[in-house]
Structures are given as structure tokens and as C-alpha cells.
């Protein structure tokens, strides 16, 4: 079965502080997505990217960047936290050229105090 | 207006009852249709994918009207394990597939 593993569960971390979140998959995916998660907002998507060192900006990119130098890794960092960005980060992998099922690690809620 | 719309909830069913949840869309270049669902604090996973002939996966019934543009999920005999928020989820290609995603309808079925 598809895992797509996110470095950590929970996450606290002072305003202006380089955050680095993680996520690993191990199906081979080309696909990746970054989303974050807010009551009443559902999932928006930050970046993707679609093959290695390939990435395309979402819906809300401001205040993120992303790194994706080996298939099965995909980074989000956010360069200086700051208290809007707590929420629930959820990554996510796909096989390209089926629209099918978004593979989501088991995110990390992130708090920036 | 969001371009996925889904009434939040809470619906609160007693074991056994049949429920009916819709969503709609405003996108009318929409491709495909998901169902995704996602238990408290953890991630969403694939209920069904929504076909326009309708589906049917044991107690789940999914129909996707593209006139209208509405989906809906159908939930008979509703298990106190079927308590979780559903997600209504659309894709549609734009350069490469997008996924849009409804903030979810809340379920919780009573003993």
C-alpha cells in the first residue's frame, strides 16, 4: 500500500523562525502536493510539483517555497513563520495521468506562537 | 463564492437511518468527482470517485448530476463508524489536474 510519511505529527515554533516540513512517499509518485487545512476554508493547495525539481505555485504560495530535489521527497518551508501559517499541513502524492486518488500523509498541525 | 459547496452539518442520525448529503459545483469545465473521507485530526482518504452513470459500493450510493451540477452521497444503514466529515472534491485539468476541495459535511450517527 501507498505511504506517504510526513516527518511530524505536531509542530510548535516561535514567529520568525525557518520552519522545514517533510514528506516522504514511496510509490514512485511523480505528483506531490502541499495543502493546508482551516476550519471552514478546507483544503487549499500550496504548491505542487510534478516532477523533480519541477513545482508550480497554488492557491496561497505567499510566505511558502518549496523543494523537491529527489521524486520522493517533497519539502515546504516556510522562510519566517509568523501566526497566520498555524494550521494543518497535509501532504499528498499521485501517479501522473490518472486523475484518481490523492495518496495523504497523516499531516502536521503546526503552531507558530 | 466557492467554487465547491457542501452544507457543513452536523448531521446527528441514529443507527440504521439512510442520509443524504449534496455538493455543487460552479465550474462547469470539472472532470472528475471524488468523495474523500476524513476522520477527526487525521488525513482524508478516498471514499469513492463519482461516475456520471451513478455508483453503488456496498452501503454508499454516489450520483453526479452535470446538469445541474450537484453530487451527492447517499449513506443507507449508517454505522456509528460512518461518523466523520465528508469531503466533496472536484478535478478538473488546467496544465495538470487540480483538486478542489468542499470544507466538508459533518456526520455523526447516535447509538
Known amino acids: 500500500d501507498v505511504k506517504v510519511t510526513q516527518s511530524s505529527r505536531y509542530l510548535v515554533k516561535r514567529t520568525g523562525e525557518k520552519v522545514f516540513l517533510e514528506c516522504v512517499q514511496d510509490?514512485?509518485?511523480?505528483?506531490m502536493f502541499w495543502y493546508r487545512q482551516d476550519p471552514g476554508l478546507g483544503l487549499r493547495l500550496i504548491y505542487f510539483?510534478?516532477?523533480?525539481?519541477?513545482?508550480e505555485k497554488g492557491d496561497i504560495p505567499e510566505g511558502y517555497s518549496v523543494s523537491r530535489e529527489k521524486k520522493e521527497r517533497f519539502s515546504l518551508i516556510l522562510e519566517s513563520a509568523s501566526t497566520n501559517q498555524t494550521s494543518m499541513y497535509l501532504c499528498a502524492s499521485r501517479l501522473t495521468g490518472t486523475q484518481e486518488k490523492l495518496f495523504f500523509g497523516s499531516g502536521t498541525q503546526l503552531s507558530v506562537l | 463564492r466557492k467554487e465547491v459547496e457542501q452544507d457543513p452539518g452536523p448531521f446527528n442520525v441514529p443507527e440504521g437511518a439512510t442520509v443524504a448529503f449534496n455538493c455543487t459545483y460552479s465550474?462547469?469545465?470539472?472532470?472528475?468527482f471524488f468523495w474523500y473521507r476524513q476522520d477527526c485530526r487525521k488525513e482524508p482518504k478516498l471514499l469513492m470517485s463519482v461516475y456520471s452513470s451513478g455508483n453503488e459500493d456496498g452501503r454508499f450510493t454516489a450520483q453526479l448530476n452535470r446538469a445541474s451540477q450537484y453530487i451527492s452521497l447517499l449513506i443507507r444503514d449508517s454505522k456509528l463508524s460512518d461518523s466523520a466529515t465528508y469531503l466533496c472534491v472536484v478535478s478538473r485539468l488546467t496544465g495538470t489536474y487540480k483538486y478542489i476541495f468542499g470544507t466538508g459535511t459533518r456526520l455523526k450517527v447516535l447509538a
Open positions: 465550474n462547469s469545465a470539472s472532470q472528475s
Open positions: 510509490m514512485d509518485h511523480e505528483n
Open positions: 510539483s510534478y516532477d523533480v525539481k519541477m513545482k
